[in-house]
């Protein structure tokens, strides 16, 4: 959705009908009880301090409210677990769920019904008018999925590190899992998400970095901090989408439509780690192990101490809807791409190496690999594995390079994210032997699909067109072509990586149909001259 105007009537008549299984006393949450000493300083927020000053005898009591988007039945064994946590808590908590369909719901909390948009997704956005309703009567608010546990430590943390941030900043939460075996995954640090290395800031005794992926499945917000997100104008909207998709959409408004800045607090990460408790994505490889997330964090803390400049390879991130053919941090090994690299090649330089699956696949058949990491932060999961890291950006990675050779070089999906992807390539091929190859894999841009729905005239796709409005290289194999020409190198082999629905046509006659249906194009070019020798 292109403009952004406030939500007047946009929510059916349904929304406005609650079912209270009980209306929300402090009775209904026998649980409560005064907040300990310990818990109260950290309260002392100078608007949560006021408010709690002007109730007199209440002055221990915080008020909180919770609004979980629960959509349908499944997930009710989850929303059960979270209700009980919440009643356990030292504050005044009222629980309203947001549903799709009338059900039972735990004693004290009361369901509100209806949906934003006809769209099932939209669900998460019934929360907002909620809050905005209730904004004069709590200190603190939540909001959360379903499926996601947070905690008093969570809340304390909170309002603990609060206290030293500027009010444009807000502390936020990081999901985990759990597996079979014990150890943790972050869920939300996958595929194009990662650690910005130019965010990392110290705010009193507290360290701070930004995560790409500002979705939590939560966010929590002071009385003022909401006022001010409705007052922004990009609270109270319709169901849209961006970046994320709708659902991710709604609990991230605040930081991407609202002027807020989330900052995770990575001194003390353990502190703002909730539970997302379904577990259901502790066995993909997208998500980083416990060991690589902790060398992520090692780095990004040495920034903090050491300063300093902060190099990166290039921006990642396309201007697309979705961010649509940006970088992957996590790339996994593909047999395709590892199957077309020459088995003489003993040394590679990989130039915008990731969370490193395929650099550690080649180092345990070559002699020599070199990477030049998207970042430190990433680069750190490399370290100890036997690669060699260059740090830097494009140029002065190239400088430090100045004078050796390699057999081949790697560039995994960031040719079409720069500005002349021509231009870069003859620049790195003075640092291949001799009839060294280069290695590409970058996306098919010019598929079937994505031609035909730019001449629907779809806005968005009439962007891969043009590299300032999208941000990306409209990638087809006769341009790639025209890269290795420019750099100085012949095409020796093509391969295409497409969907499994067409592989078997792409594999049967990959020259007819790989330009149409391939995903990826895997390219073998080999230097043919010296581009400084000639006259």
């Known amino acids: ?153 969570n809340i304390e943390s909170f309002l603990r590190v609060s206290e030293v941030l500027p009010e444009n900043e807000i502390p936020g939460f990081l999901l985990y899992e759990d597996g079979p075996t014990g150890a943790r995954r972050y869920a939300g640090i996958h595929g194009r998400f990662h650690w910005d290395v130019t965010s990392v800031c110290r705010r009193g005794p507290y360290t701070f970095a930004f995560l790409t992926n500002e979705h939590s499945a939560c966010y929590l917000l002071t009385q003022r901090q909401l006022r001010q997100a409705i007052g922004s104008g990009g609270f109270l909207v319709p169901p849209h989408h961006g970046k994320y998709d709708l659902a991710c959409t709604a609990s991230t408004d605040p930081y991407t439509s609202c002027g807020f800045r989330k900052l995770v607090c990575i001194s003390h990460v353990e502190d703002f780690l909730v539970h997302h408790l379904p577990d259901k994505y502790t066995g993909r490889e997208f998500t980083p192990e416990e060991q690589s997330f902790d060398k992520q964090r090692e780095a990004l803390l040495a ?138 894999l970058t996306p098919n841009v010019a598929t079937l699909r994505n031609n035909l729905t730019a001449l629907l005239d779809r806005p968005a796709y009439r962007r891969l067109r043009d590299f300032e409005q999208g941000g990306v290289q409209f990638v087809s194999l006769a341009r790639v072509r025209k890269w290795l020409a420019f750099a100085g190198l012949s095409l020796e082999d093509v391969r295409w990586i497409t969907t499994p629905r067409f592989r078997g046509i792409v594999q049967s006659l990959p020259a007819l149909f790989g330009p149409w249906f391939g995903t990826e194009i895997i390219v073998l070019g080999q230097k043919q001259f010296d581009l400084q020798r000639q006259v």
């Open 1 to 153: 959705m292109n403009k952004k105007e406030p939500l007047v009537g946009s929510l059916t008549d349904s929304l406005n009908r609650t079912t209270a299984a009980s209306v929300p006393t402090e009775d209904s949450f026998p649980d409560s009880r005064r907040v300990p000493e310990s818990l109260a300083n950290c309260m002392r927020t100078p608007e949560v301090a006021q408010a709690l000053r002007t109730r007199g005898g209440q002055e221990n009591k915080l008020r909180l409210l919770v609004v979980i988007a629960s959509y349908g039945r499944n997930q009710d064994r989850y929303l059960e677990e979270i209700v009980r946590e919440y009643k356990r808590m030292p504050y005044k908590v009222d629980v309203i769920v947001t549903s799709n369909v009338e059900k039972p719901v735990p004693a004290g909390v009361q369901l509100v019904i209806g949906m934003p948009s006809k769209n099932p997704w939209s669900l998460p956005f019934a929360h907002k008018k909620v809050m905005a309703e209730r904004v004069a009567d709590y200190d603190l608010f939540i909001y959360s999925e379903n499926d996601t546990l947070i905690s008093t430590g």
């Open 303 to 440: 920034i903090a101490r050491e300063g300093g400049n902060r190099p990166y390879l290039l921006p990642i991130e396309t201007k697309l809807p979705d961010l649509h053919m940006s970088k992957e941090y996590y790339e996994p090994v593909k047999q395709e791409v590892i199957g077309a690299i020459p088995g003489s090649v003993q040394s590679l330089l990989s130039v915008g190496s990731g969370s490193g699956a395929t650099e550690r696949w080649f180092v345990q058949r070559m002699r020599q690999v070199t990477a030049i990491p998207l970042d430190p932060a990433i680069g750190a999961c490399l370290e100890g594995s036997g690669v060699e890291l260059v740090h830097g950006d494009y140029d002065s990675a190239l400088r430090s390079l100045d004078g050796r050779k390699f057999q081949a070089l790697f560039f995994s999906n960031t040719l079409h994210l720069v500005p002349n992807p021509g231009s870069l390539l003859r620049k790195y091929t003075k640092l291949l032997e001799p009839g060294g190859y280069v290695l590409l």
